[in-house]
């Protein structure tokens, strides 16, 4: 499917362009759009793709992902039936979704793109999408997202006498858009034309035939994963010493003695304080002004953000170091593949962008909008959202300017902009994270990923909209 999409924006943005003569500016929009996918997007991501990966190495070896996966084991078994309980993929997944809640961009990338390459060593088709890559995939486009901080930020700084109020409605889109995408893509896995090919059916060109994962060569279902819980076998062989469950890797870091427990309760104790600190500081007798005491929810916002990332960053390493692993080295074995992952989503994120890119700069988008005016003004969907909600599959950056335009012309807490803040919450920029994420393992047949995440996308947009009427019009 995305090879149509692809190409149908290409074709478009050409003959509209040519209608509105604006076809310089399409080109020129093209070329602007390889430098930003290669100078400001993927060379910037090496560096934070290298810190996260070499953070993920020490959760890995200190056991904190083993720890995690196995609190949320049941959840994990039922979305991903055909990973096994105990593969590494489970924790980089849920690893990946944590940081989504709590809105940690520029770590939910890198830790998803690791997610797909742990994924990739359970896939006997190279090239092709698994169930559990599409999933996955679905999960991260449906946005779960537990406060939509940018948004809150963006009516907060316009002036909106109440911007947190758009976090329960978020939620609640985000659920729908979540329920949805995870019952499209189990749904659509089942369909004829998505389903994935038997030993004794033809396979893609190019591909070697393999047996489905749970189906034995005369179609018989098989324990494939109940197999893999209990032996380091994977589909085409044997995971890596790295990787493989049970192996010294998984188990060589020592066990947590009084001393380090102590060190662990002083770090959490501190964190806690510089967490009151910037959130209600007037507990520990620091001045404020009148306008920070009556705000309590926004500055409990902003102290999560803030502390996040600082207290990831070090927590990691401290609880790895206490349980005798090497921080520093393994820190570095992690974070080498984090430039070569850069590199390898290059040509995905040219592919996409530049498509994209034509698209909205030969009018597109507006042509588009006028078209589907009619149609929205009969069902009672506001039109002045509509370029947003178009362009949020495509681009965050411009969603992100779309709706502080929207909150500029109509005001923090009109309507129309709180439902954009929901929108902007409850949605994510499908294309670019099917590019980025299927582009680090070379997967070019995509299967019904890209129909699942639109699904989302959609209901997500519709949610918001209903809600927002129920709650705020």
């Given at each position: 499917m995305l090879n149509y999409i692809w190409l149908g924006l290409i074709v478009a943005a050409v003959l509209i362009g040519a209608i509105n003569g604006s076809l310089e500016a399409v080109s020129k929009e093209a070329f602007d759009r390889v430098e930003f996918a290669v100078m400001k997007l993927a060379l910037p991501l090496a560096g934070i793709m290298a810190l996260w990966l070499g953070v993920m190495r020490l959760a890995e070896k200190a056991g904190l992902i083993q720890i995690l996966a196995q609190w949320l084991r049941p959840l994990m078994r039922w979305l991903f039936p055909d990973v096994p309980a105990k593969h590494p993929a489970m924790g980089s997944m849920l690893m990946n979704m944590a940081a989504n809640i709590l809105g940690l961009a520029n770590a939910a990338t890198p830790l998803g793109i690791r997610a797909m390459k742990d994924l990739e060593t359970l896939n006997p088709r190279p090239g092709v999408a698994t169930n559990a890559m599409c999933t996955f995939l679905a999960i991260n486009t449906s946005s779960i997202q537990l406060i939509p901080a940018t948004a809150v930020g963006i009516l907060a700084v316009n002036g909106s006498s109440n911007p947190s109020a758009i976090v329960g409605t978020a939620i609640l889109a985000t659920m729908c858009s979540t329920i949805a995408g995870i019952t499209a893509v189990k749904l659509l896995e089942k369909l004829p034309g998505y389903r994935l090919a038997t030993v004794a059916e033809p396979v893609a060109a190019g591909v070697p035939p393999a047996v489905e994962p749970g189906v034995s060569p005369g179609g018989k279902a098989v324990e494939v994963s109940r197999r893999s819980e209990t032996s380091s076998e994977v589909p085409g062989g044997k995971m890596p010493p790295s990787t493989a469950v049970g192996t010294p890797a998984a188990t060589e870091a020592t066990s947590l003695h009084v001393i380090g427990k102590?060190?662990?309760?002083?770090?959490?104790?501190?964190?806690?304080?510089?967490?009151?600190?910037?959130?209600?500081?007037?507990?520990?007798?620091?001045?404020?002004?009148?306008?920070?005491?009556?705000?309590?929810?926004?500055?409990?916002?902003?102290?999560?953000?803030?502390?996040?990332?600082?207290?990831?960053?070090?927590?990691?390493?401290?609880?790895?170091?206490?349980?005798?692993?090497?921080?520093?080295?393994?820190?570095?074995?992690?974070?080498?593949?984090?430039?070569?992952?850069?590199?390898?989503?290059?040509?995905?994120?040219?592919?996409?962008?530049?498509?994209?890119?034509?698209?909205?700069?030969?009018?597109?988008?507006?042509?588009?909008?006028?078209?589907?005016?009619?149609?929205?003004?009969?069902?009672?969907?506001?039109?002045?959202?509509?370029?947003?909600?178009?362009?949020?599959?495509?681009?965050?950056?411009?969603?992100?300017?779309?709706?502080?335009?929207?909150?500029?012309?109509?005001?923090?807490?009109?309507?129309?902009?709180?439902?954009?803040?929901?929108?902007?919450?409850?949605?994510?920029?499908?294309?670019?994270?099917?590019?980025?994420?299927?582009?680090?393992?070379?997967?070019?047949?995509?299967?019904?990923?890209?129909?699942?995440?639109?699904?989302?996308?959609?209901?997500?947009?519709?949610?918001?909209?209903?809600?927002?009427?129920?709650?705020?019009?």
């Open positions: 102590i060190v662990l309760f002083l770090f959490m104790g501190f964190f806690a304080w510089a967490f009151l600190r910037v959130a209600f500081p007037g507990l520990l007798g620091i001045e404020t002004t009148a306008a920070v005491k009556d705000n309590g929810f926004i500055r409990s916002v902003n102290a999560v953000s803030l502390l996040s990332i600082p207290f990831l960053l070090s927590f990691f390493p401290l609880y790895a170091a206490l349980r005798k692993v090497k921080v520093y080295e393994e820190f570095v074995e992690g974070a080498k593949e984090g430039f070569q992952v850069s590199v390898m989503i290059i040509p995905y994120l040219v592919a996409i962008f530049v498509a994209i890119g034509m698209f909205r700069a030969a009018g597109g988008i507006e042509m588009l909008t006028s078209a589907l005016k009619p149609v929205l003004d009969l069902v009672g969907f506001p039109t002045e959202l509509l370029p947003m909600c178009l362009v949020r599959p495509l681009s965050g950056s411009g969603t992100l300017g779309l709706f502080t335009d929207l909150v500029k012309e109509f005001g923090p807490d009109s309507l129309i902009a709180l439902t954009g803040a929901t929108i902007f919450g409850s949605t994510e920029t499908t294309f670019y994270v099917i590019a980025v994420y299927f582009g680090a393992v070379n997967v070019r047949r995509t299967r019904h990923a890209v129909p699942a995440g639109l699904i989302a996308d959609a209901v997500g947009i519709i949610a918001s909209v209903i809600i927002c009427r129920l709650m705020f019009g």
